[in-house]
């Protein structure tokens, strides 16, 4: 049976709706059917809207907020500060609030932890770094226009640094995180410090593999949901929240009709990314110079290598499946500088191998890339 989707405290007191609409529909824009996807996320229950300056949509989020007839403080709408606003953090506020329509925010996220000026994107120590962002963005809680502040894709070193110089904790570090992406160490170091993690992509976006997992289909069928419902049960049950976006009517309605999942479930979905090939990104910024919109896995503090597969700490490698279809066997060039990234991207992963493991040496040798350089970069969609 369906239970109702609960609401999380954030560190400042306020609550979230446990489940959130996500407004990135694959490409920037997409005007009217946004507006309409809004609008029937909220005549069906969502109270919580996730979109971004860089989504090119501000507008019609706003409008299906304003035009719903429901009380603007029962919705939680989140945007985002994009890479090429960290040095005008104000005016980028402003913007989004004019895009909206709306008088307060209630969510304002530091989208990327890397800054770029124009084309140029700056290495972690280049000025304005994650902290003077950080600090730009403080200042807009004193305005009253936006209630709560967080980030995005930070990994753990650079969400350690900020934590050791903000005033103001992130009430959320939104991130990548499914089935084959628990990120179980980060969700770790994010819930002692109050932080909690908002999961993006939770289905995997366009390359949704582990709902095809057995034992996802075994738990949905023994619950009578689908697996898509299973990984958003098993999202909140852990205590994220979880930002699924759907455009269809029926699968908007499934993904917000939640069941609770026994210990043991729990444990499975959990266990999943420990089967061979699945402990990875599904997205599709992951390309073969291991540098996701102009900075490193190593300066990102991804746990990653090209492709986006974890590196398993513990056996020092990559764990390969003969089978999977999106298995990882590649020789890929020694480059001595991350080299210019071109948006959209296709996932370029070849298939096939004979080894179940690639070991931890052998990737930094032919991986290493420079820690701080200003890269050129042209972006041209966003996520
Ligand atoms: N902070 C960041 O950097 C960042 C990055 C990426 C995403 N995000 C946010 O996270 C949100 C969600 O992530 P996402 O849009 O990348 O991917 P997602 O929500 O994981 O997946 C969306 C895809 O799954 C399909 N889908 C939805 N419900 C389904 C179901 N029940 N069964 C099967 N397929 C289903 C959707 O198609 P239909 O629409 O046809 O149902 C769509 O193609 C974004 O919209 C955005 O708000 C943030």
Redesign the pocket.
Same mark, same amino acid.
């Given at each position: 049976m369906a239970t109702p989707v609960p609401y999380f405290s954030l560190n400042n007191g306020l609550k979230i709706p446990a489940i959130?609409?996500?407004?990135?529909?694959?490409d920037v824009g997409g005007g009217p059917a946004v507006e309409e996807?809004c609008a029937n996320a909220l005549k069906n229950g969502y109270r919580h809207l996730?979109?971004?300056f860089g +989504?090119g949509n501000e507008e019609h989020v706003g409008k299906a907020v304003r035009e719903s007839g429901i009380p603007r403080n029962e919705i939680f709408v989140t945007t985002?500060l994009w890479n090429d606003c960290h040095h005008k953090v104000k005016e980028a506020f402003e913007q989004s609030l004019n895009n909206l329509g709306l008088d307060y925010i209630d969510l304002y996220?530091m *989208?990327?932890p890397m800054a770029q000026i124009d084309d140029i994107v700056l290495g972690p120590e280049e000025h304005p770094t994650i902290v003077d962002t950080w600090k730009e963005m403080e200042k807009l809680l004193e305005t009253g226009k936006v209630k709560s502040i967080g980030v995005?894709?930070f990994g753990i070193k650079p969400l350690k640094r900020l934590l050791s110089q903000c005033k103001v904790v992130p009430v959320t570090n939104?991130?990548?995180s *499914?089935p084959c992406l628990p990120y179980l160490e980060l969700k770790n170091l994010c819930e002692e410090n109050g932080i909690l993690i908002t999961a +993006?992509? $939770?289905?995997? %976006?366009?390359n !949704?593999v582990f709902?095809a997992d057995p034992d996802m289909i075994k738990i949905a069928e023994s619950h009578q949901v689908?697996?898509?419902?299973v990984a958003m049960s098993w999202a909140v049950q852990r205590g994220t929240v979880a930002? $699924?976006?759907?455009?269809?009517l029926e !699968?908007?309605r %499934?993904?917000i009709s939640l069941v609770t999942l026994s210990d043991k479930e729990m444990d499975l979905v959990t266990s999943l990314h420990k089967k061979p090939g699945m402990h990875r990104s599904?997205?599709a910024y992951h390309h073969d110079g291991g540098v996701v919109f102009g900075w490193t896995y190593k300066q990102l503090d991804w746990p990653m290598d090209k492709g986006g597969f974890v590196i398993d700490q513990e056996n020092n490698c990559i764990l390969r499946s003969k089978t999977h279809p999106t298995s990882f066997h590649r020789k890929w060039p020694v480059t001595s500088q991350a080299p210019l990234t071109h948006f959209p991207m296709t996932r370029q992963n070849q298939c096939s191998g004979s080894s179940p493991s690639i070991p931890l040496t052998s990737f930094c040798a032919q991986t290493s890339l420079p820690l701080t350089s200003s890269l050129q970069l042209k972006i041209q969609s966003?996520?």
């Open positions: 959130g609409m996500g407004c990135w529909m694959g996807m996730d979109t971004a +989504y985002k996220l *989208h990327w995005s894709n939104q991130v990548e *499914h +993006y992509s $939770p289905l995997g %976006q366009s !949704r709902l689908t697996p898509a419902q930002i $699924p976006k759907s455009a269809n !699968r908007m %499934q993904n599904l997205l966003s996520v």
